[in-house]
């Protein structure tokens, strides 16, 4: 099967390359750049010198639908939508690694990403992309939306405990940091090596696009509306996410319990290592690959949670979940792929 990725230049698709490669049912078919049509991958990143030389083209719905079967959209916000339509008319499936369709509602995008939204019908049609919460959806999804990467971090780390009765809802606060990487490749002040390097700031108090987001599913989790505390940091290195969560619990618990009930919810779930009690993860034990490690802690002189979730932002949290979801997607093992081992140190 062939897979086509728009987007061509960036970290996102260059990471899917990385890891498509390896994939035994993958071919990577065209690699579309508006900006670098005509420019041999390598070029742009010569790491792939030798191993893949392929020029990029530019974006054509009639030429994708002749040999591919799904596309991977790795573009900015406010591209996708306009071309996922013609890609979607075209018969061919669609995972969109930007946050065009994660939100249901369109005035809630508008609102958090300030550009037009996507049609109500293709928002409608896009299946929330959280592998291990949503897979039954994601069999027989035509548009996936691939989960942000503060999110995935996130949700994992808070799906289980609010599956239970023992959370109190309102109390939660996730304290998030990434690497720079999760900025992207384009040029910015943010990114600019002497304001990041032996730096660490928060950005986006209360206006984060991940905010509604991230409620959005723990709204589907709950029952109820949530209104979450996020805040997110910029740390100098160059990949990973650690969100830390507190929350507050409405009975006397161990953390030893706390770790059974992520144990059992997430014992099918190849991809996510709940570790033991008293042992806290860190983020290179994530890096280059596809999983999300949680560590727990109770404190018993506040009764209060404290859970970690580490991930890889360009694996987990981008292209390694968008492969696991096209594994889901055409029924392959949802592993195919993507059985790299963490990179260490």
Wanted: hydrophobic residues 35%; glycine residues 8%; charged residues 15%.
């Amino acid at each position: 099967m062939k897979a086509a990725i728009i987007g061509g230049t960036g970290y996102g698709a260059i990471e899917l390359i990385r890891l498509l490669h390896q994939h035994p049912n993958i071919e990577i078919g065209c690699v579309i750049s508006n900006s670098q049509a005509g420019a041999n991958l390598s070029d742009s990143y010569p790491h792939l010198t030798g191993i893949i030389e392929k020029p990029m083209s530019e974006f054509s719905p009639e030429e994708i639908a002749e040999e591919h079967q799904v596309v991977f959209l790795a573009t900015p916000s406010g591209v996708s939508s306009k071309l996922v339509p013609q890609l979607m008319d075209a018969g061919i499936r669609c995972i969109d690694l930007s946050g065009d369709f994660r939100l249901r509602s369109q005035q809630d995008y508008e609102t958090w990403y300030r550009h037009q939204a996507p049609s109500q019908d293709y928002l409608n049609q896009a299946i929330y992309g959280l592998s291990e919460i949503y897979p039954e959806q994601l069999k027989t999804a035509s548009l996936i939306a691939n989960p942000g990467c503060y999110p995935t971090a996130t949700l994992l780390g808070l799906h289980p405990i609010l599956k239970t009765n023992i959370a109190d809802e309102s109390s939660i606060i996730i304290d998030a940091k990434s690497g720079v990487s999760g900025a992207g490749r384009g040029l910015s002040l943010t990114a600019h090596y002497a304001e990041i390097n032996e730096n660490l700031k928060a950005y986006k108090l209360g206006a984060h696009q991940h905010i509604p987001e991230i409620e959005q599913v723990l709204e589907d989790t709950t029952g109820n509306s949530i209104t979450i505390t996020f805040t997110t940091h910029l740390v100098p290195m160059t990949r990973g996410i650690m969100c830390t969560m507190y929350l507050n619990l409405n009975k006397n618990i161990p953390t030893a319990e706390v770790v059974n009930i992520y144990e059992e919810f997430y014992q099918q779930k190849s991809f996510v290592r709940v570790r033991p009690a008293g042992t806290i993860p860190a983020t290179k034990e994530v890096l280059g690959s596809n999983y999300c490690d949680i560590g727990l802690h109770v404190d018993s002189r506040t009764n209060r949670l404290t859970i970690i979730s580490v991930i890889d932002n360009l694996v987990k949290g981008a292209a390694g979940q968008a492969i696991q979801n096209m594994n889901i997607m055409f029924g392959w093992e949802e592993q195919t792929g993507l059985t790299q081992l963490p990179m260490y140190p």
